[in-house]
């Protein structure tokens, strides 16, 4: 079953626009942490964010914003006025314990693509 | 540059074949994690060391294995290559391989089966 939901596969938006990307995530762990990792063109992946489950406070990084609802399991991210170079694919991933091993596993959703145009 | 180094960065092979994924973790991080991305799948989680032991699997076939060693360097061993292993494989690495910790991703290693 899928955990992370990033129903949003690509989005184009005109540079300067704000722009949310969804994610809905399905876990029985009590304790949990949620990431926003970027894969630009390069392809090489980037830490944007990191939030547990017990911290509901939501988070601004310059444009970046960051969503946690608990009651509705989501955690949208914003980019507020958009630029070229935020064109990239956005993966929203959850993190919960995978044995009595301490094993973690990062289960990542689909991403959505995000292109910004001129 | 995340510190984590991933060898070769491109790779092309027949069905059939035996190929060997490297990856250097970042200095100081004692867990590697390997992950397949692919058009279809997205982004999977294969399996996780920690210190040399594995920590955690996730979908990882039969025909694939790995390990880390001494050194904490870690290698990913794919046999019997299929035309669907074709892939983009990443590496991460962390501290702990705790739930908590950001991941440290590699280039990766893009895997063409041919």
């Known amino acids: 079953a899928q955990k992370v939901t990033q129903a949003q596969t690509e989005i184009s938006v005109v540079e300067k626009e704000d722009v949310t990307l969804d994610c809905v995530y399905e876990t029985r762990d009590t304790t949990y942490y949620l990431f926003w990792y970027k894969q630009p063109p390069s392809g090489e992946l980037v830490f944007l964010i990191r939030?547990?489950?017990?911290?509901?406070q939501n988070e601004i990084s310059g444009r970046y914003s960051w969503n946690f609802q608990k009651s509705t399991s989501s955690f949208n991210f914003t980019i507020t006025a958009s630029q070229v170079v935020d064109s990239a694919v956005y993966f929203c991933a959850l993190s919960e314990a995978q044995n009595s091993n301490s094993g973690y596993a990062l289960n990542f959703g689909k991403g959505t693509s995000l292109l910004v145009t001129p | 540059d995340s510190g984590v180094t991933q060898t070769p960065k491109h790779l092309i092979t027949a069905t059939g074949q035996r190929v060997t994924l490297r990856c250097s973790p970042r200095s100081g991080d004692l867990s590697v994690y390997w992950y397949q991305q692919s058009l279809d799948q997205g982004l999977q989680f294969l399996i996780q060391y920690y210190n040399g032991e594995e920590r955690a699997k996730g979908n990882i076939l039969e025909r694939f294995s790995a390990q880390q060693f001494p050194d904490l360097h870690s290698e990913l061993n794919l046999s019997s290559l299929e035309l669907g292993d074709s892939a983009l494989y990443f590496c991460?690495?962390?501290?702990?391989?705790?739930?908590?910790?950001?991941?440290?991703f590699g280039s990766g290693t893009q895997l063409s089966v041919l």
């Open positions: 939030r547990n489950s017990f911290d509901e």
């Open positions: 991460a690495s962390s501290v702990e391989g705790r739930g908590r910790e950001k991941l440290f």
